[in-house]
């Protein structure tokens, strides 16, 4: 009979950054099952943006730090859903760019974390050396490195001069050479492929049933992208876009979608730089908004929707917030299933998951 | 000038905690690690491991289910140590103050010695955080025995596990 134990992760652990507890019970070297913790993050967010609808804008973007500029934008374009405010043209391709450079944000930080869960401190160091870049980049466009603060009712906060986006476009081709070298890394390295390669593998027919989103779902073959619907579609601005996905539906899978994604952002940013015509950046508005607005953006973790329901008054009644981690999360389970105890931080970072979205 | 307290402060080792924070302050403490801001260069190294660890760096506004796992943290820290609470959240609980689930802020749970501000704290403020850190453990060189002492608060409602 093989041996059993039960061993504990989080909530404090050195590869996860966030508070996430799980409980490994194994037999032997193999993982038997999972119990999922949450909550360590749970702030009430959701009560507080009842408070005061132009304080949301702000207090959105902390629901999550890494994704906080789809968190305002997909709020703020339910409320323009709610009052029939239209975004001006140049607001759309600025959402656009600071959308893409934060997915690039995000998307090499998953990566450098999958490698610092698998130990390969090398790579980690290279992902956020990119990383910073973005960050800069981010930084000369709005003013801030994290939380953007850029969006409002019907447009954006702050324009861009014609220097600083040539500056830009600059910066970001000349990454561009260096984002493919790590996506080289990524694709044919030995200790990469032997860490990632047929572990932690969700069917096509699991990720349908258990619903997710984002590149996990992308990873396991199913080519479901926000950005190509809706009323935020990019093709409406004259962007050419085409989603990526796979069909292995392991670990390596989801990191090769990130790294494809990583690039294509790049390109996406660059396309909306040079589309850039002059012109307002945001559309007036007074008075407060009555009504429901419903809103859905391809933050990096996959969709996230925002419901919103106005009363007239300063305050909101409710704003419902869906994450992509939140779904992203459960199907662990399935995924750590027979694996081997050392794959479980590599395979958990592998999906990604946002607890502070989670949780809010 | 004990020999202790003349090579700690060369080399202090870093427990990062997450209490509820966005994740943005985290990442510009992931950003200290990284070759942009590399700390490492000073002897600052990120231990995961509370009985390791000379400084807390603590984000977040604590959040009640996290409030006895920060007090284990700091418990299970060897002594001579010290605090710093990175951004607006972890210093009041500023930026969540209508959210109901927190305790707002580091300081009402332990001591805290440093408080850095800005929502996100940028990297350099916290790179001065430990450097003023490091100053207040060299002034504190004789105090070390009572502020072993020390306790946070009283716990304000009942911990469930
Ligand atoms: S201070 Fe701001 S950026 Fe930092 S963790 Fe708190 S809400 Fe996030």
Redesign the interface.
Known sequence: MPRTSTIPFGPQHPSFLEPLHLRVRLEEEKVAGVDLSLGYNHRGIEYAMEKDWKRNFFLSERVCGICSFHHSTTYAQALEMVTGVQPTERARLLRTVLLEVQRVTSHTLALGHIAEAMGYENLFMHFFREREEYMRIANEISGNRVHYCMNWLGGVRRDISPEAAREVSRRMEASLPRLRDLADVVRKDSTWLKRTKGVGSLSKAQAEDWAVVGPVARASGISYDVRLTGNAAYSLDGIKFKPIWREEGDSWARCMVRMDETLQSVEVCLQALSLLKEGPVASPFKGNPSGEGFSRNEAPRGELMYWVKANGTAGLDRVQVRTPAFVNIPPLGEMLQGEQFANVPVIVVSVDPCICCTDR | MSRRSRSRPRSPWILH????????????V??LL???YDVERFGIVNK???KHADILLIT??V?K??EA?LRA?YDQTPAPKLVVACGN?ASTGA????????CHGVDSVIPVDVYVPG??C?PEALIDAVVLAIEKWRSLDQGWTEREKEKGPELGHEVRP
């Open positions: 905690f997450d209490t509820g924070s966005c994740n943005g302050c985290d990442l510009e992931w950003a990284t070759p942009r995961a491991n509370p977040g506004p959040t289910k996290c796992r943290l959240c930026p969540f103050q209508d959210a109901y689930n927190h929502c996100a940028r």
